[in-house]
């Protein structure tokens, strides 16, 4: 947006899937130099964040003039305000692929809940499915957070309220998960967190 390289929805979300796939490679060589496991993903998907933010902010800092920056800061925080139909439409071919594949691998999503030891003597790949799905959600994330940017986040929400109701099994909490009024109730929810008219936005 602020380099002048592409333009349009496809290309945004093409560069941002470029972007999620540099990420996804970043954070699984962290990971995979320091042992691997769970905690190591998780601190090696910290400091890749953090990373990636700040090659962010340098770019805006001395890429952009003062008419961009304002612009690339609003985009960052998000908003649903300027989705159209034809968005919604190039949406829905990547959220329906990505929800096909975590319905087939529910049962190695169930297996992953028990530990890495658990899933593997079920017969589960670990290396290969943790891949597989690692780079589904780079693509379901790029996907969205290209439309909406960073309010799309509100969706990780979704799953976690729904596993309240259903219990664990993946496949029942992602099929609940994807049902509209799930995603409507839970940003209706966040949109009532927003200043008052007495407050100050900061």
């Given amino acids: 947006m602020i380099l002048g390289i592409g333009a349009g929805a496809v290309t945004l979300s093409g560069g941002a899937f470029l ?3 540099l990420a996804f490679g970043f954070v699984a060589f962290l990971a995979h130099g320091s042992g691997g496991g769970t905690e190591r993903i998780i601190l090696a998907g910290i400091a890749g964040s953090q990373l990636f933010n700040a090659a962010t ?12 920056t304002r612009g690339i800061m609003f985009w960052l925080l998000g908003s649903l305000g300027g989705m159209r139909w034809p968005d919604v439409t190039l949406a829905m071919p990547v959220l329906a692929t990505g929800l096909a594949i975590c319905l087939y691998r529910a049962r190695a999503l169930d297996a992953f809940a028990f530990g890495e030891d658990a899933a593997a003597s079920l017969g589960i790949g670990i ?9 589904l959600t780079a693509l379901l994330t790029a996907g969205i957070v290209s439309l909406v940017s960073a309010v799309g986040f509100v969706g990780l929400v979704v799953p976690h309220a729904t596993r309240f109701l ?7 909490i992602l099929h609940l998960a994807q049902k509209p009024t799930s995603g409507r109730t ?17």
Avoid: D
């Fill in 166 to 172: 259903v219990g664990p099994a993946h496949s029942f």
């Fill in 19 to 21: 972007g999620a796939g």
């Fill in 57 to 68: 902010s340098f770019i805006v800092v001395t890429s952009a003039n003062a008419e961009q």
């Fill in 186 to 202: 839970t940003f209706q929810g966040a949109g009532q967190s927003k200043p008052s008219s007495g407050e100050k936005r900061i």
């Fill in 127 to 135: 290396m290969r499915i943790r891949t597989e799905l690692f780079a």
